[in-house]
């Protein structure tokens, strides 16, 4: 029994979005995930998507990328990303009820992995407007577009806080974290997520949505303050899942 994650899969059966132009490494991005999941993943195995699953407008526009996820090897958990439309919390019983026994969707909830508790959310992160000198460097931001990421960090922290809450109300004391968004912006050495993850004592944060050479470093990879941070993008690995926990 293992648990993997892989993230950013953005399919797109129906709504017809070649990733091609994002570089070599989505060419045939698709293929690549069937074969690496499919030699990677076992059917004892957990596989957490971490988010960005489908190019679909709405649920009907995503249905046969989720039926393709579905039909992938393992037990699969599912993160919101921020290009999941298909997906607004407040409907995430109501997937759950629709895809029960195919996929578990992520949200003000948790899901057991032996004794670990894996809990998440879609996190967010300020992403700019940054202004740069003629190097470069960083020398200022929009501010009211930061006071406007401050208010979506809260919110999604709540639900970060709930999926912890109902995972140690449960009498979970070992937590794997997970998010979309990576959990400190380019600005930050610390966040209110990592105090979070800090605070209950999570083994190790998972996260995705940066994409390209020039983002997969905005965040933490590696230990820091005692957890170990995973960046799995798709395109970071190559498609092929990362090993969490044995
Ligand atoms: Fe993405
Ligand atoms: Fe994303």
């Known amino acids: 029994m293992a648990l ?3 993230g950013d899969l953005h399919l797109s059966f129906q709504a017809d979005k070649s990733m091609d132009r994002f570089g070599s490494v989505w060419k045939h991005h698709v293929r690549k995930i069937e074969k690496y999941v499919n030699k990677i993943v076992q059917p004892e ?3 957490v998507l971490t988010g ?4 679909g407008r709405d649920l009907a526009e995503c249905e046969e990328d989720l039926a393709f996820i579905a039909r992938l090897p393992g037990r699969k958990i599912l993160l919101r990303g921020n290009h999941d439309m298909f997906w607004a919390v407040s ?3 109501r997937l759950n ?6 996929l578990f969707f992520l949200q003000n909830n948790f899901a057991a992995y032996g004794d670990v508790a894996l809990v998440g959310t879609k996190g967010y992160t300020f992403e700019g407007p ?3 000198d003629v190097w470069g460097n960083i020398i200022g931001w929009d501010q009211d577009a930061q006071a406007q990421a401050e208010k979506l960090v809260a919110r999604e922290c709540a639900r970060l806080e709930e999926s912890f809450r109902q995972a140690a109300a449960a009498g979970y004391q070992r937590f794997v974290m997970f998010l979309h968004y990576p959990p400190t912006n380019i600005l930050e050495e610390t966040s209110p997520f990592t105090e979070i993850a800090e605070r209950y004592g999570a083994e190790k944060v998972v996260y995705s949505h ?3 050479l020039k983002r997969f470093g905005d965040s933490i990879r ?5 957890i170990d941070y995973l960046l799995v993008s798709g395109d970071y690995l190559n498609f092929k899942p990362a090993l969490v926990l044995p």
């Open 4 to 6: 993997y994650a892989l």
């Open 91 to 93: 409907k995430t019983a």
């Open 52 to 55: 960005d699953h489908s190019w």
């Open 222 to 226: 590696g230990p820091f303050h005692g």
């Open 45 to 47: 195995d957990t596989l």
């Open 210 to 212: 940066c994409h390209g």
């Open 97 to 102: 009820a629709r895809y029960e026994g195919q």
């Open 130 to 132: 940054f202004y740069l």
